[in-house]
Each structure stands twice: as structure tokens, then as C-alpha cells.
T-cell receptor, first 110, second 114 residues
Framework: GNSVTQMEGPVTLSEEAFLTINCTYT??????LFWYVQYPGEGLQLLLK?????DKGSNKGFEATYRKETTSFHLEKGSVQVSDSAVYFC?????????FGKGTMLLVSP | GAVVSQHPSWVICKSGTSVKIECRSL??????MFWYRQFPKQSLMLMAT?????????EQGVEKDKFLINHASLTLSTLTVTSAHPEDSSFYIC??????????FGDGTRLSIL
């Protein structure tokens, strides 16, 4: 079956630091990959997506590339802000059935 | 863009009470909606798939009689936690999505049973 493995958090960074959150997956077929973000007390918001190998999703300075050869979809941002503090979920699947990673908490300090 | 509205955002009630949570798709029709439960600092656990006009599909281990799901229209699904007890306290989130678009999530409902 499908599965998603994310690096455990919390990831603690200073403002303007470089961010990488690792995500690897196992899947049958050719699923889409997503990163969702959850701010405290809220639901999940779609951050970016990639629908096929070598696609790069990007939004708000975040980006992730769908790497089929390494079955990875690592999230990166060149310069994080305090407002980026949240939990980030790597998610695999089609447009309805989703497989979630466990989430990685990011804490950014001024 | 597509919006999913969930209501209420916070509920506190006594043990034994039944609580209804609504999930609405505001600008699209959703034949399928999903209900999740999230424990503190954990990922989302799929509870059930809500199907418009038919019975919901429950995940293994989820009590159908405890968590009643109704999807009576293409824009509304409801989750009723019947005779709620403290162990039902959790964060409940719904999702839905237009065809060929990723799922959009509601803002969640924090349920606290005293």
C-alpha cells in the first residue's frame, strides 16, 4: 500500500534560515504529491502540489520537486519567516484518497 | 478558489450529549466528503467517506453508531457524535474537493467533552 515518511520535528530555525523538510514515499502507480500546512487551531491548507515526475510545485517561497528516482518530495524554502511556524504535512494520493505523513512542526524564532 | 466551511469551530459540552458538526462546500458540489480525526501533535486519521445520497463508508475501527454521517445534499455533510464521552474529545476536520482538484479542508472543530 501507499505510505509517506516525513522527518520528525520539531524543526527549529532562526528567521531567514534555509529550510528543508524531507519526505519520501512508497506508492503503486503514479500518484500526485502535495504539501499541506496547518497553523495552530486551524485546518489544513494546500501549500503546493506536483502531479507527475520532475514537476516542481511552488508557492509563497516554498518549493518541492517530485523525484521518482528517489521517491522523494522534499520541501524547501530559502529564507523562513516567523509566520511560517506551523505543521507541514507531506501527502500522497489522488484528488480524493489521501495518505498523510505524520507532520513536521516548524518553529521559527526572530 | 474552492472553499470548505466547517461549523462550529469549537464545542464544549457535557458527557452524554450528541454533537453535530457541519461541513459545507461553498462554491462547488461535492459528491464525496471526508471526515478526519486528529489527536494532539499527530497526523490526520481518516474516519469515514461521506457519499451524497448513500451510506457513508467507515474506516476499520470507527464505530458507525457513534459517528453518524449524513450527506443529504451536494454541498453539505454532517457528522454527529452521539452520546459523546470524554474520550471522543478531539479535533475533527472535513475535506472535499471539486473534480480534478486537490482536497480542500475545513478549519476543523475542536470538541471538548466534560
Amino acid at each position: 500500500g501507499n505510505s509517506v515518511t516525513q522527518m520528525e520535528g520539531p524543526v527549529t530555525l532562526s528567521e531567514e534560515a534555509f529550510l528543508t523538510i524531507n519526505c519520501t514515499y512508497t506508492a503503486t502507480g503514479y500518484p500526485s504529491l502535495f504539501w499541506y500546512v496547518q497553523y495552530p487551531g486551524e485546518g489544513l491548507q494546500l501549500l503546493l502540489k506536483a502531479t507527475k515526475a520532475d514537476d516542481k510545485g511552488s508557492n509563497k517561497g516554498f518549493e518541492a520537486t517530485y523525484r521518482k528516482e528517489t521517491t522523494s518530495f522534499h520541501l524547501e524554502k530559502g529564507s523562513v519567516q516567523v509566520s511560517d511556524s506551523a505543521v507541514y504535512f507531506c501527502v500522497l494520493g489522488g484528488y480524493s484518497t489521501l495518505t498523510f505523513g505524520k507532520g513536521t512542526m516548524l518553529l521559527v524564532s526572530p | 478558489g474552492a472553499v470548505v466551511s466547517q461549523h462550529p469551530s469549537w464545542v464544549i459540552c457535557k458527557s452524554g450529549t450528541s454533537v453535530k458538526i457541519e461541513c459545507r462546500s461553498l462554491d462547488f458540489q461535492a459528491t464525496t466528503m471526508f471526515w478526519y480525526r486528529q489527536f494532539p501533535k499527530q497526523s490526520l486519521m481518516l474516519m469515514a467517506t461521506s457519499n451524497e445520497g448513500s451510506k457513508a463508508t467507515y474506516e476499520q475501527g470507527v464505530e458507525k453508531d457513534k459517528f453518524l454521517i449524513n450527506h443529504a445534499s451536494l454541498t453539505l455533510s454532517t457528522l454527529t457524535v452521539t452520546s459523546a464521552h470524554p474520550e471522543d474529545s478531539s479535533f475533527y476536520i472535513c475535506s472535499a474537493g471539486p473534480t480534478q482538484e486537490p482536497q480542500h479542508f475545513g478549519d476543523g472543530t475542536r470538541l471538548s467533552i466534560l
